[in-house]
């Protein structure tokens, strides 16, 4: 089933599924587009976990509202939207956006993910794999040291003799690499 | 990865492209995906199924809830005992402490005399994400710890290689079980180190006197008002404090919910707290699960140990 499958809340077979049942099997196959989302929107960690569970909650309550004709995995990522602006409101942290649209981007753009070949969210994404063995090496080495390796951007400072600062553009301009590798494979749709 | 994207392209789009590519690369690289998936649809379905916590609404009703931090359940406490008491009250004499307006002070003295009140609690403990199994610690997740009075507890751990570990204090000695035998017994408290101090963020749970010094000093109440749990239900007394700053240990958030009539706390949650031994941020979080009574030899070894009737994590409920 597609990520973005809307599926059904009443089931086809003969045998009534009930709906809590039903909703955790959506809920699971679009878990992991979800939590990227709301990895994009947030850097903590735990505020991660915590928004996803009251988007699940969220969303169990509302669902007599849900959309059918439109794909689940889009209506969850809108009720995970509002969630990430409430938690910078309530936690009156700065957000580290400049702009709440920068979320209805990212949000277009896990769209485009899910409608990508694949039953699952790594399957769709697998073409970042290819794109991350495509990049220079000045790119790739702290891609993988910092998310496959888990390294701090201070540590690769200090490894690479240069600043944390220089390692953090460095990072930067390597994603946006990679962005433009998922468009040139469209993956992406292609920005103007 | 705190340090990730400090700042951000001018263009929206490209910012947006950023953070995009950078949620895709940690989910790219994250070995325990899978399992962090699974935990966080176990536990918000686990949510879901609790009786008048969610109830899916038909058409247009509202599910206002306000946004906000964690979700689970609440806390408790035990005074005297050392480190997993002092936990609980850690947590409730914080607000006490810190936040000044005499309502919030007056209810925060409800809250406190509420654990200290004669009675029995039950409460579990959620620590996310959890100590990989393969680490083969006694962890804290999905432990339980029962309080009795103000003087009294027993947590009870998963041990990895099978079983539970018990350690309690019956306000008379403290004592250890691992492997179904009693391994220590001591006068007082502090009997198998507790293991607490082994797990618990740094020093903020092991002394309980300059703990509350600290904190009174330490952290900030950014809300206090009446809120639901963010499962939902009916409104609670709620705390929330944040550390003031990063040279504090302890938890970078400490939130309480309890019950408006009783001052019972229902749930505190300790996030971003900082284990001894790793550098992941934790939440614990201590939920009220039951306050039935418990058997009058609860908390000494004898129901514990193997072969024992009792040997059950705790009676059926």
Not at chain 1, 144 to 154: R, V
Not at chain 2, 163 to 176: E, N
Request: glycine share 8%.
């Amino acid at each position: 089933m597609d990520d973005e499958d809307a599926g059904s809340l009443t089931g086809q077979s003969s045998r009534p599924i009930e709906p809590l049942a039903l909703f955790e099997v959506l809920v699971r196959e679009n878990a992991d587009s979800l939590t990227a989302f709301l990895r994009a929107g947030v850097e903590d960690q735990a505020a991660v976990d915590d928004l996803f569970q009251e988007t699940m909650l969220i969303a169990w309550r509302k669902i007599g509202e849900y959309d059918r004709v439109r794909p689940f995995g889009a209506w969850l990522r809108g009720i995970a939207r509002n969630l990430i602006l409430a938690h910078y409101r309530k936690s009156a942290r700065e957000i580290p956006f400049s702009s709440d649209q920068v979320l209805d981007y990212i949000d277009g753009r896990m769209a485009q993910i899910g409608r990508k070949s694949g039953d699952t969210f790594d399957e769709k994404i697998t073409a970042l794999r290819d794109c991350i063995e495509r990049l220079e090496p000045m790119y790739r080495e702290p891609i993988e040291l910092h998310y496959g390796q888990q390294k701090t951007t201070e540590w690769i400072a200090q490894q690479s003799a240069t600043t944390r600062d220089a390692i953090q553009k460095r990072l930067q301009r390597a994603r946006l690499q990679l962005a433009q590798c998922l468009q040139r494979k469209a993956v992406l749709a292609r920005t103007g | 990865m705190a340090d990730d994207i400090d700042s951000n392209p001018p263009d929206i789009q490209q910012q947006a492209d950023d953070r995009f590519v950078h949620a895709l690369l940690l989910h790219m690289h994250d070995e325990r995906a899978l399992q962090y998936r699974e935990q966080r649809v176990e536990r918000a379905m686990l949510a879901l199924r609790e009786p008048g916590i969610a109830t899916p609404r038909g058409d247009n009703g509202s599910a206002a809830r306000p946004a906000g931090r964690s979700l689970q359940i609440p806390a408790w406490a035990r005074r005297t005992a050392w480190a997993a008491a002092a936990m609980v009250l850690v947590a409730a004499c914080i607000f006490a402490m810190t936040y000044s307006p005499a309502p919030a002070l007056a209810s925060l003295s409800d809250i406190l005399g509420a654990l200290n009140r004669p009675g029995d609690r039950a409460y579990r403990i959620t620590v996310q994400p959890p100590d990989p199994p393969s680490q083969g610690k006694v962890g804290l997740d999905r432990a339980t710890l029962d309080l009795r009075d103000g003087s009294q507890y027993l947590l009870i751990r998963l041990d990895p290689k099978g079983g539970f570990q018990f350690d309690g204090y019956d306000g008379r000695q403290s004592w250890r079980i691992s492997g179904g035998q009693v391994a220590e017994t001591k006068e007082g408290l502090g009997a198998g180190g507790l293991g607490l101090t082994e797990t618990m963020p740094d020093t903020l749970f092991s002394d309980l006197e300059p703990t509350l010094k600290q904190i009174g000093t330490d952290y900030t109440i950014e809300r206090f008002d009446l809120a639901p749990l963010p499962a939902g239900g009916p409104p609670l007394r709620h705390v929330l404090a944040s550390r003031k700053s990063r040279d504090v240990k302890g938890p970078v958030v400490i939130e309480i919910w309890a019950d408006t009539k009783t001052g019972m706390p229902r749930r505190i949650v300790f996030d971003q707290a900082k284990f001894q031994g790793s550098t992941l941020p934790r939440r614990l979080t201590f939920d009220l699960v039951s306050e039935d009574v418990m058997p009058a030899d609860w908390f000494t070894p004898a129901p514990h140990t193997a072969g024992k009737i009792g040997a059950s994590p705790r009676p059926a409920r």
